[in-house]
């Protein structure tokens, strides 16, 4: 007795989940939820790096001891890097799953398509999604390992931010921000009511609370390559040298060059004052 094959339309249907988190997990409200929580994190971070680019506004050193103080444990720095890097992982799984999801719910297209409550912020979720994450690998190449800057020093973040932002890449970064914004407003607000706000009675507060947070984010991370294009931010003539932000740069200053050997003792010669810049 021969064995009957299974049928093509039974070898590709999915496997169901085998326990409850597992199939919490691939849930709608699951993904939903894991949408929110790394948005949560996601937006925690955005908002302590806009607060530490502030810095540029106290100088060259203020902004390179920051960025010294980031360094100072490597497996801090790391473990922070490995989270953020899962969280916009885990981040852009949900939102691949939950687009597919939605696709197998309604396998037919709308004929035409009516925008009744949804905003432009929420429609434009999938091309600022990608972007952002466009913008982040070109920021890391430009301000973090340095291989698309002009002029990059592993050792004076101000300088590289000061003459990295200028011009053009000032502008992308201007509208780099823009879309952050949009994608901050919607996606602060849907966290919001994921996590349990009651969209009649609070959705105002709700909107307010994305608006003024979308606003401080965006604007605060603004306004540097804005100052900078604007020459208000710029190189510090008389600055101190770079404060170390590698291990590196942390050796003791180097002793004052000695006199040559051939030179004649000039007892009572002034010193020659420093050269001004
Ligand atoms: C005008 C806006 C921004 C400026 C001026 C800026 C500035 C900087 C600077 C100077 C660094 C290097 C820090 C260092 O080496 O110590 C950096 C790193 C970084 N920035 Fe930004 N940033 C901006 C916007 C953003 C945004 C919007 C995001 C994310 C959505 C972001 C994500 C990152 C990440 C992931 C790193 C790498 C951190 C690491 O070393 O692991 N930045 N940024």
Redesign the pocket.
Known sequence: MSAVAPSPAAERRPVPPRNRVQRFLTSSIGLKLIMALTGVA?SL??LG??LG?LQ?FQGAEA?ND??KL??KEPAL?WA??AG?LTMVGLHIYAFLALAKKNAAARPQAYRKRVWRESSYASRSMKITGPL?LA??IF??LH??TGTVHPSFDAHD?YH??VTG?GGLVGLI??L??AM?ALHLWHGVWSMLLTLGLPEGRYGSTGRAGATIFTALVTIG??V??LLVMAGVIGPEDAAPPPAA?SDAALAPPRPAEPEPATAAPKAAEPAAPAEAK
Request: proline share 3%; net charge positive.
């Open positions: 996601l971070f955005v790096h806009m680019n540029a902004l920051y960025a980031l360094r720095l922070v890097r953020l952002l913008f982040i920021h890391i301000l973090t973040v590289n931010v932002l970064y201007v780099a921000m952050l991370f603004a540097v390559p932000t």
